[in-house]
């Protein structure tokens, strides 16, 4: 079974600049996004024309660029090993950048994830919270990092609790 979320998001910045932070950064998704603790890049492999890595590892997951275009601005890439998702077969997310005005610009993610029939039915029932959390976080966070040069106040709390965990 497989599961589309289709999300954007305007952002008051030029589209360079979220570019930068998106594919530029590729690997720094720990810095902006709450639901990643640690991130990394990954530079063996075939790294895409255009891009300094072939991937990034997000909390144990490595996820390898798929393509990447730099003048569309737009890349794709795909989860790899994923050891402790037994019931995903396949994740990938495509990501587009596009200028509105100079200092506008629309962010679309569009992930895919192809999940085990016999869990589908069950995700399909939670696909409100999956919507919410793969995209419509993401894309807040993102905006607001790019907007504010600091991280989302989610991020911030995450980072907190994480230090007192440690």
């Not at 069950?122 to 919507?131: D, R, T």
């Not at 907007?147 to 995450?158: I, S, V």
């Amino acid at each position: 079974m497989r599961i589309q979320v289709k999300d954007k998001i305007m952002i008051n910045t030029p589209a360079t600049k979220v570019r930068r932070v998106l594919a530029h950064e590729f690997e720094n998704i720990d810095q902006w996004s709450s639901g990643i603790t640690e991130s990394g890049a990954v530079k063996q492999g075939a790294i895409p024309e255009g891009a300094k890595v072939c991937g990034r590892v997000c909390d144990g997951i490595r996820e390898d660029f798929t393509y990447y275009d730099e003048q569309a601005r737009r890349f794709g890439y795909k989860g790899i090993d994923l050891p402790w998702y037994f019931f995903i077969n396949r994740i990938e997310n495509n990501w587009s950048v596009h200028s509105l005005e100079p200092s506008k610009s629309v962010v679309e993610m569009r992930p895919e994830i192809d999940i085990n029939p016999f869990l589908g039915l069950l995700l399909k029932l939670l696909m409100p919270f999956i919507k919410k959390n793969l995209g419509t976080r993401t894309l807040e966070e993102l905006k607001y990092y790019i907007e504010n040069d600091q991280p989302h106040p989610r991020k911030l709390k995450a980072q907190q609790k994480q230090m007192e965990a440690a």
